[in-house]
Structures are given as structure tokens and as C-alpha cells.
């Protein structure tokens, strides 16, 4: 088992090292995680949509 203070001071130095990201970069990252997410919204939208199409058409034609 490891000494407390040293395992304190590990610590300590690992964190150190932890690279923030700059106010901009999390900036820019949450602008894409935004869109990202409303492009694969609207493809979804799309493929759904694609789909109650198709199946409509084909029940209207079996039915």
C-alpha cells in the first residue's frame, strides 16, 4: 500500500499535466456537437419518413 503524502503528490503531478481546453475550443466543439446532432436529426427525419412512404404505398397496393 502506498503512502499517503506520496500518493498526494502522484496525484498532484498527474493533474498537472491535464491539457484544459482553451474557452474557444470548447466553444467550437459544442457549435458542432449542435449541429452534428440537427444533421442527424434531419437524416432520421428523412429515413423515417422514407420508410411510412414506402410502407404506405405498399399496403395501399396489397390492400
Same mark, same amino acid.
Request: net charge positive; glycine share 4%; proline share 3%.
Given at each position: 500500500? *502506498?503512502?499517503?503524502?506520496?500518493?498526494?503528490?502522484?496525484?498532484? @503531478?498527474?493533474? @498537472?499535466?491535464?491539457?484544459?481546453?482553451?474557452?474557444?475550443?470548447?466553444?467550437?466543439?459544442?457549435?458542432?456537437? #449542435? *449541429?452534428?446532432?440537427?444533421?442527424? +436529426?434531419?437524416? #432520421?427525419?428523412?429515413?423515417?419518413?422514407?420508410?411510412?412512404?414506402?410502407?404506405?404505398?405498399?399496403? +395501399?397496393? #396489397?390492400?
Amino acid at each position: 500500500m *502506498a503512502n499517503p503524502l506520496q500518493f498526494i503528490q502522484q496525484t498532484r @503531478s498527474e493533474i @498537472s499535466k491535464v491539457v484544459w481546453p482553451t474557452r474557444r475550443e470548447v466553444f467550437l466543439t459544442t457549435i458542432m456537437v #449542435f *449541429a452534428m446532432a440537427t444533421v442527424m +436529426a434531419v437524416f #432520421f427525419f428523412l429515413v423515417d419518413w422514407l420508410i411510412r412512404v414506402g410502407l404506405q404505398a405498399l399496403l +395501399a397496393f #396489397f390492400g
